[in-house]
């Protein structure tokens, strides 16, 4: 599994947020942008998955920008990287819910990926953005 750059820079975004008063005021993007050191253009698409998976909150004009919408401590990052990534599947068998492969009868590996599976889930559904601000 590689994390790509959209989840890694989600989550920074909404560490970004976090630490900036984002729960309280409307961040603009170029402030963000500036401090995280990410294109504003990339930026604006990545922001567009979070708003539109109600991880953030937008608005325009003066004032606008983005904000959370709930206490950092909510946000696991499991839930921002089942957003932005395709799937966080160690491998492509798993990436389904109904598992396809003809050979899953006789794999002798598949139940090792799915425990690795199992226990990344686990561990990013137990990491919140509050735990990363506060290390």
Not at 8 to 13: G, L, S
Not at 119 to 127: H, V
């Given at each position: ?25 409307y ?62 599947a ?14 899953k ?29 506060n290390?």
């Amino acid at each position: 599994m590689l994390i790509s750059t959209k989840g890694r820079y989600a989550i920074r975004v909404l560490c970004d947020l976090a630490s900036n008063d984002g729960l309280n005021k409307y961040v603009g993007l170029p402030e963000i942008a500036q401090r995280q050191d990410i294109s504003l253009k990339y930026l604006e698409r990545i922001m567009l998955i979070l708003v539109k998976g109600k991880l953030l909150k937008s608005t325009h004009g003066k004032g606008g920008g983005y904000m959370l919408v709930k206490d950092p401590g909510e946000y696991t990052i499991l839930e921002i990287l089942e957003l932005t990534e395709d799937s966080l599947a160690p491998v492509e068998c798993l990436k389904h819910p109904e598992n396809v492969c003809k050979r899953k009868s006789i794999c002798p590996t598949l139940n090792m990926w799915k425990e690795t599976h199992e226990i990344l889930s686990k561990y990013f559904s137990n990491k919140t953005i509050a735990d990363l601000i506060n290390k």
